[in-house]
Nanobody, 123 residues
Framework: QEQLVESGGGLVQAGGSLKLSCTAS????????MGWFRQAPGKEREFVAG????????RYGDSVKGRFTISRDNAKSTAYLQMNSLKPEDTAVYYC????????????????WGQGTQVTVSS
């Protein structure tokens, strides 16, 4: 069964750091580009970051550039999102996603979604 499972969400103070993980199960999903989106209450879902299977090509949303870093370990079929210098406006449900390329992720052309994990940044 093709599946994405996120973990690592929680409550953190502004200026702090948090690391999210997303593990893919299923041969198809594990071979795709993986990425992160987020959705805050009352707002549309926003692209955060994406990484190709080759682990070299990465893309970031403008609001997180310089603060967030995406990486992946293909041996573990897991992608990570290291979030530093967190701000209250980073509060959202963070979703892992997979698609044919990191460009498709940035274009919201996703094939698979995880269930989401809550990140709350207090001021």
């Amino acid at each position: 069964q093709e599946q994405l499972v996120e973990s690592g969400g929680g409550l953190v103070q502004a200026g702090g750091s948090l690391k999210l993980s997303c593990t893919a199960s299923g041969r198809t999903v594990a071979s795709l580009a993986m990425g992160w989106f987020r959705q805050a209450p009352g707002k549309e879902r926003e692209f955060v970051a994406g990484i190709a299977w080759n682990t070299v090509t990465t893309r970031y949303g403008d609001s997180v550039k310089g603060r967030f870093t995406i990486s992946r370990d293909n041996a573990k079929s897991t992608a990570y999102l290291q979030m530093n210098s967190l701000k209250p406006e980073d509060t959202a449900v963070y979703y892992c996603a997979a698609a044919g390329s990191s460009l498709k992720l940035a274009r919201y052309e996703t094939d698979y979604w995880g269930q989401g994990t809550q990140v709350t940044v207090s001021s």
